[in-house]
């Protein structure tokens, strides 16, 4: 079973241009995920998704934005990019129902963003 | 505001040292409590938890819960040089309607000397 897939691994842009990250799921897989990862913060929850509705959303200026498609597939796309979005941008794709306990999620090798 | 406490947050051990890594938590809607490995790519999964005191072992590896004094230690035993990585702790919080969010620690970098 092929792994979770990103798109494009590295990036860098310049300050207030904006950036779209492709995030593609487990087969299956009905809920995606998305962290933001710094050294000085660590990972951090963006928002998630599934069956094409954001089910839950973390503590992100509205400038970050996602959807997800019909095949589960999802975007997040920054506007107006500051110094401070450096990062790498991490997805995470679950089966996305519930049940005892949790699901397991499973990351991408995630996209590195670097903004000048 | 939901909380997630590794320590400690680096350490340097030899080949063969058993090493425990601690993961503390003030949370609300807990609902299981997760670790990772991560070298320079992916996190990739270890454990995850949702009762106390029921360990979970895989090779040299093992984890337990403590729901009640909330927190949670990761065991490597006879550790190796392939052991090093930044181990990540994180609480999987539900936020209603099927809906859940990790919230991370900031990791123990662990490194392995031959």
């Given at each position: 079973?092929?792994?979770?897939?990103?798109?494009?691994?590295?990036l860098?842009?310049?300050?207030?241009?904006q950036?779209?990250?492709?995030?593609?799921?487990?087969?299956?897989?009905?809920?995606?995920?998305?962290?933001?990862?710094?050294p000085?913060?660590g990972?951090?929850?963006?928002?998630?998704y599934?069956?094409?509705?954001?089910?839950?959303?973390?503590?992100?200026?509205g400038?970050?934005s996602?959807?997800?498609?019909?095949?589960?597939?999802?975007?997040?796309?920054?506007?107006?990019?500051?110094?401070?979005?450096?990062?790498?941008?991490?997805?995470?794709?679950?089966p996305?129902?519930?049940?005892?306990g949790?699901?397991?999620?499973?990351?991408?090798?995630?996209?590195?963003?670097?903004?000048? | 505001?939901?909380?997630?406490?590794?320590?400690?947050?680096?350490?340097?051990?030899?080949?063969?040292?058993?090493?425990?890594?601690?993961?503390?938590?003030?949370v609300?809607?807990?609902?299981?409590?997760?670790?990772y490995?991560?070298?320079?790519?992916?996190?990739?999964?270890?454990?995850?938890?949702?009762?106390?005191?029921?360990?979970?072992?895989?090779?040299?590896?093992?984890?337990?819960?403590d729901?009640?004094e909330?927190?949670?230690?990761?065991?490597i035993?006879?550790?190796?040089?392939?052991?090093?990585?930044v181990?990540l702790?994180?609480?999987?919080?539900?936020?209603?309607?099927?809906?859940?969010?990790?919230?991370?620690?900031?990791?123990t970098?662990?490194?392995?000397?031959?």
């Amino acid at each position: 079973k092929a792994g979770v897939t990103q798109t494009p691994r590295y990036l860098i842009k310049t300050r207030g241009q904006q950036v779209t990250l492709s995030c593609s799921p487990i087969s299956g897989h009905r809920s995606v995920s998305w962290y933001q990862q710094t050294p000085g913060q660590g990972l951090q929850f963006l928002f998630e998704y599934f069956s094409e509705t954001q089910r839950n959303k973390g503590n992100f200026p509205g400038r970050f934005s996602g959807r997800q498609f019909s095949n589960s597939r999802s975007e997040m796309n920054v506007s107006t990019l500051e110094l401070g979005d450096s990062a790498l941008y991490l997805c995470a794709s679950s089966p996305g129902w519930g049940g005892v306990g949790f699901n397991e999620q499973f990351f991408g090798p995630g996209t590195r963003l670097t903004v000048l | 505001e939901d909380k997630v406490v590794q320590s400690p947050l680096s350490l340097v051990v030899h080949e063969g040292d058993t090493v425990t890594l601690n993961c503390s938590y003030e949370v609300t809607n807990f609902r299981s409590l997760l670790w990772y490995k991560q070298e320079k790519k992916a996190p990739t999964f270890l454990f995850m938890l949702t009762s106390s005191g029921i360990e979970k072992k895989s090779g040299r590896l093992s984890s337990i819960l403590d729901k009640k004094e909330l927190f949670s230690i990761l065991n490597i035993t006879a550790t190796q040089t392939g052991d090093s990585a930044v181990y990540l702790c994180a609480v999987a919080l539900d936020s209603g309607a099927g809906s859940y969010q990790l919230t991370f620690g900031k990791g123990t970098k662990l490194s392995v000397i031959p």
